[in-house]
């Protein structure tokens, strides 16, 4: 992104945050639209030390025959999740609590009454 192009509140959002502007359109409308990325804070949950220990909430061994009907599910769950966090693998630099949002739409649906996304 060519920095002069970027307006100066935007300009001033990021340094404020630590970020960069990556993309900056103004629309048709007279509208604008732009992305953004910033550096995880310090304390984040992504990069907290310790011990890696599977939550499992739906916990369920190998003895059990619904576990690879939920292997499946999850699987496409989490292949959403990625695909859209990532606008299909285009952003490497990517929100991790983005990734978390998007596997729990990719799971129980969108936040709507019905859970269908309604386009």
Do not use: C
Request: glycine residues 10%; proline residues 8%; aromatic residues 8%.
């Amino acid at each position: 992104m060519n920095e002069n192009k970027v307006p100066g509140v935007l300009a001033a959002i990021a340094n404020a945050v630590g970020g960069k502007v990556d993309w900056v359109a103004k629309l048709p409308d007279g509208s604008g639209a732009a992305t953004m990325s910033v550096p995880l804070p310090k304390n984040h949950w992504l990069t907290k030390e310790g011990y890696n220990e599977s939550p499992a909430p739906f916990l369920m061994g190998t003895d059990n025959p619904a576990r690879q009907e939920w292997v499946d599910k999850i699987r496409i769950a989490a292949k959403y999740a990625v695909r859209a966090t990532t606008m299909n693998g285009k952003i490497e630099d990517f929100d991790p609590d983005a990734w978390v949002q998007n596997m729990v739409v990719g799971m129980l649906g969108y936040w709507t009454p019905d859970g269908k996304s309604h386009l």
